[in-house]
């Protein structure tokens, strides 16, 4: 074979290899369409698809069934204009917990542009689990009468943004088993305020939020079993549009605690404020905006404004610490630093001095316990406890 014939002969492979990357490219690019109005099912077709080749599935009109995304890589599913992901009347007979839509043992999964209803028979309108990464939920709206909006659990890795969840019978976000999820631009809100519901249940797990709303939740974070929550910035999927602050608000009066930290576990405040407004109830005892108890630590470093609770501003008790510097706590009906039974608040210095006052008792703590850092409060002007140390330590050797 000649050279000039070696030649063609590359060539023409060339041309038959970039054909085939074009249609490749093509295939991929074009969506699968599933009409449900139609009678087309969303899960029949999620069931018939390659799960290792990327894919883009636009769903038009209402889906009534459970929709099941187990072991895809690279899904992508996409509501029309008007999509919605409705739970069957019908309870499966399989055992299982009943989700609208369940994400299990996937990665790289993007969910977009739903309304997804729930019945009081569901256990969650959204379930991520069994170790999926990379999930994003994105422009959704999650509502009905199952436990959960969102559940995140089995060590799995998700992200929320503008994602608005109302009225489940018990939180609105869960997040268990050491996993890991991100929000933002979210709003996650109860109608009424009656009943008890919970904004964010976090019990082994992580979260990191900014620019969201909680409203009307009998509380706004439950932080337990050495879970953690980060009010903090990150790289956000939408651009940043107004203030970064993260809001926990009840205008129902209704709430017992904005934020509870228990069993070892942490709030932690990062470069982004929290505010809790109208939080805790008139009787006081330990309704607060913030309670830190069972060894649970607060850090909030200058960015807690804690603004006219009904009852306690921040309440630390059973050997728990909290620590402050330049935040705000005031307009509380009862104590705006509590600190009891073996527990400590620390009062840093900072750029500006923390503002505890307007307080039913702007200081209060008991024989057990202890707050430092007293030359760094503004405008305490009742206060009962003994344990008051002006600076942060006692006379050193």
């Known amino acids: 074979m000649g050279d000039g014939m070696r030649i063609l002969q590359f060539v023409l492979w060339a041309v038959v290899l ?51 995304i187990s072991g895809f890589d690279g899904l992508t599913l996409k509501g029309s204009q008007g999509a919605t992901l409705v739970q069957p009347s019908e309870v499966p007979g399989n055992g299982l917990a009943i989700h609208v839509v369940s994400i ?25 689990g069994q170790n999926s990464q990379d999930v994003r939920l994105r422009n959704l709206t999650i509502d009905g009468e199952a436990a959960f909006g969102i559940i995140v659990i089995e060590s799995s890795q998700v992200s929320l943004a503008r994602v608005k969840v109302r009225d489940p019978s018990f939180a609105t976000v869960g997040v268990f088993d050491v996993s890991d999820v991100h929000i933002e631009d979210c709003l996650f809100a109860q109608s009424t305020g009656a009943g008890w519901h919970e904004g964010l249940a976090v019990g082994s797990g992580h979260v990191t939020i900014q620019r969201t709303t909680i409203r009307n939740m009998q509380v706004g974070f439950d932080i337990t079993k050495s879970g953690s929550v980060d009010i903090q910035s990150f790289n956000s999927y939408y651009p940043l549009s107004g203030p970064n602050d993260v809001i926990i608000e009840s205008p129902a009066g209704t709430n017992f605690w904005g934020v509870s930290v228990g069993s070892g576990s942490l709030l932690n405040l990062g470069d982004t404020k929290l505010r809790i407004t109208n939080a805790g109830q008139p009787w006081g005892w330990n309704t607060a905006g913030v309670l830190v108890s069972e060894g649970g630590t607060l850090n909030a470093g200058a960015n807690l404004v804690v603004s006219g609770s009904q009852g306690q501003g921040v309440f630390v008790s059973g050997n728990s610490h909290a620590s402050l510097a330049g935040s705000s706590i005031t307009g509380s009906g009862h104590g705006g630093l509590v600190a009891v039974n073996l527990s400590t608040i620390a009062v840093g210095s900072s750029n500006s001095l923390t503002q505890i006052s307007g307080n039913g008792t702007d200081l209060f703590c008991d024989s057990k316990s202890l707050i430092s850092g007293g030359a760094n409060i503004a405008n305490a002007s009742t206060v009962q406890c003994n344990n008051l140390l002006s600076g942060e330590y006692e006379i050193l050797p």
């Open 18 to 68: 970039v054909c085939l990357v074009v249609v490749s490219v093509n295939a991929q690019a074009d969506p699968i369409v599933v009409n449900c109005d139609q009678g087309q099912s969303l899960n029949r077709t999620l069931a018939r698809m390659n799960k290792a080749v990327p894919a883009t599935v636009l769903v038009k009109g209402t889906c009534t069934e459970y929709v099941r």
């Open 104 to 128: 299990d043992a996937s990665r790289s999964i993007t969910v977009s542009g739903f309304a997804v209803h729930s019945l009081s028979t569901g256990l969650a309108g959204i379930e991520i």
